[in-house]
């Protein structure tokens, strides 16, 4: 390792994490300002309340007999986390999750800077306008909040760098992570399975008679998942509780993405929200992919994300199909002007999804 090249990370990094920060502080006060009187305006809302609820009291074992809702219908990995920083630090909880995302996209951002040339970016201007347009667009709101998607985000980040570099321990640290985080997080060593049986193709099978360490890395990462669908079982004796949980409160299930997106389009504005940036995201990440500029491993797993929540209901699919890093990995490829163009109206972008969400505007849950 060459001397300095963390450090050099450290303060690219910790420059645009530290600006995108105060940049959101800000849109957030005026926001809460000019919105007095009014109703709270706290940044917790919605998911954020069953992610507190599991770290302070941990999973229930019935739904609540008056709404049929259930905190088994999250997984554990962030609230796991806020448990684990409210203890450490001793902070009340709220002031737990105020510190927890901003250190998590701090360590994005220097794992970004540093293994940029991974990610296909060429230089360093490459990788701070990709981290500018990341984290000041408007779905990375849902990075600021206390929702998972900051760890989520960091995982997928964490475990292809690591696959890609050969650092097979920490790809299996942070698969392991990233299944505890999200079931979608599962996606990510199947896809990377396929890569490698692509890769390997001449002698796959002679590779599962006597598996290396790729193998064995790939094999350890669905453990987040399958440990928390054992302590399911542990503790209301249904390890598929949590889709079953999602089913019941959620309405979540498998249909048909086809007919879930053309009667989408016919339902009003809202409706076309939800539905249309998995469309937007598709052609970004093809056209990102085709000009080599997301990785195809990335860009196939940043597809099957939201195309697996549109199987289930359309309601809070644009920050799955635009929360997600990979599709931003495009921005450096526009010409410099257009590029700061785009940077500059996300962030606008964003300054508007602030407002509204602190109003709580249903269509941003």
Same mark, same amino acid.
């Given at each position: 390792?060459? +001397?300095?090249?963390? #450090?050099?990370?450290?303060? $690219?990094?910790?420059?645009?994490?530290?600006? $995108?920060?105060?940049?959101?502080?800000?849109?957030?006060?005026?926001?809460? %300002?000019?919105?007095? +009187?009014?109703?709270?305006?706290?940044?917790?809302?919605?998911?954020?309340?069953?992610?507190?609820?599991?770290?302070? #009291?941990?999973? %229930?074992?019935?739904?609540?007999?008056?709404?049929?809702?259930?905190?088994?219908?999250?997984?554990?990995?962030?609230?796991?986390?806020?448990?684990?920083?409210?203890?450490? $630090?001793?902070?009340?909880?709220?002031?737990? &999750?105020?510190?927890?995302?901003?250190?998590?996209?701090?360590?994005?951002?220097?794992?970004?800077?540093?293994? /940029?040339? $991974?990610?296909?970016?060429?230089?360093?201007?490459?990788?701070?306008?990709?981290?500018?347009?990341?984290?000041?667009?408007?779905?990375?709101?849902?990075? /600021?909040?206390?929702?998972? @998607?900051?760890?989520?985000?960091?995982?997928?980040?964490?475990?292809?760098?690591?696959?890609?570099? /050969?650092?097979?321990?920490?790809?299996?640290?942070?698969?392991?992570?990233?299944? &505890?985080?999200? *079931?979608?997080? *599962?996606?990510?060593?199947?896809?990377?399975?396929?890569?490698?049986?692509?890769? @390997?193709?001449?002698?796959?099978?002679?590779?599962?008679?006597?598996?290396?360490?790729?193998?064995?890395?790939?094999?350890?990462?669905?453990?987040?998942?399958?440990?928390?669908?054992?302590?399911?079982?542990?503790?209301?004796?249904?390890?598929?509780?949590?889709?079953?949980?999602?089913?019941?409160?959620?309405?979540?299930?498998?249909?048909?993405?086809?007919?879930?997106?053309?009667?989408?389009? %016919?339902?009003?504005?809202?409706?076309?929200?939800?539905?249309?940036?998995? &469309?937007?995201?598709?052609? #970004?990440?093809?056209?990102?992919?085709?000009?080599?500029?997301?990785?195809?491993?990335?860009?196939?797993?940043?597809?099957?994300?939201?195309?697996?929540?549109?199987?289930?209901?359309?309601e809070g699919q644009p920050r799955y199909a635009l929360g997600l890093f990979p599709l931003y990995l495009l921005v450096p490829a526009l010409p410099k002007?257009?590029?700061?163009?785009?940077?500059?109206?996300?962030?606008?972008?964003?300054?508007?999804?602030?407002y509204f969400w602190l109003k709580r505007v249903p269509w941003l849950v």
């Amino acid at each position: 390792m060459r +001397p300095g090249v963390w #450090g050099k990370a450290l303060g $690219t990094g910790g420059l645009v994490a530290i600006g $995108t920060l105060l940049l959101f502080t800000f849109f957030t006060v005026w926001a809460q %300002q000019a919105l007095s +009187p009014g109703p709270e305006t706290s940044l917790c809302l919605w998911d954020c309340d069953w992610y507190f609820s599991i770290a302070r #009291g941990g999973y %229930q074992t019935a739904p609540d007999p008056a709404t049929l809702f259930t905190n088994l219908g999250f997984f554990p990995g962030f609230p796991a986390l806020l448990a684990l920083v409210a203890r450490l $630090t001793g902070l009340p909880l709220n002031d737990a &999750a105020a510190l927890v995302n901003p250190v998590l996209s701090l360590a994005f951002c220097v794992l970004a800077v540093r293994y /940029r040339a $991974t990610l296909g970016l060429a230089s360093g201007a490459e990788a701070m306008l990709f981290l500018l347009a990341f984290l000041l667009s408007p779905w990375s709101l849902y990075n /600021r909040v206390p929702y998972s @998607e900051m760890l989520f985000n960091l995982a997928i980040l964490g475990t292809f760098v690591c696959w890609k570099e /050969r650092r097979l321990v920490g790809a299996a640290a942070f698969g392991i992570v990233l299944t &505890a985080t999200r *079931v979608s997080g *599962v996606l990510l060593p199947l896809v990377l399975l396929a890569g490698l049986i692509y890769e @390997e193709r001449s002698r796959f099978l002679a590779l599962l008679v006597e598996p290396d360490g790729r193998v064995r890395t790939l094999a350890l990462m669905p453990l987040g998942m399958m440990a928390f669908l054992v302590y399911l079982y542990v503790l209301v004796g249904d390890p598929l509780a949590y889709f079953h949980a999602q089913s019941l409160s959620w309405n979540q299930g498998l249909r048909n993405p086809v007919r879930l997106f053309a009667d989408a389009l %016919q339902s009003g504005p809202v409706a076309v929200y939800d539905v249309v940036p998995f &469309a937007v995201a598709t052609i #970004g990440l093809a056209v990102g992919w085709r000009l080599r500029r997301i990785p195809g491993e990335l860009a196939v797993f940043a597809w099957l994300v939201p195309a697996l929540s549109l199987s289930s209901v359309p309601e809070g699919q644009p920050r799955y199909a635009l929360g997600l890093f990979p599709l931003y990995l495009l921005v450096p490829a526009l010409p410099k002007w257009l590029a700061w163009l785009v940077v500059t109206g996300l962030a606008i972008g964003q300054f508007v999804f602030v407002y509204f969400w602190l109003k709580r505007v249903p269509w941003l849950v």
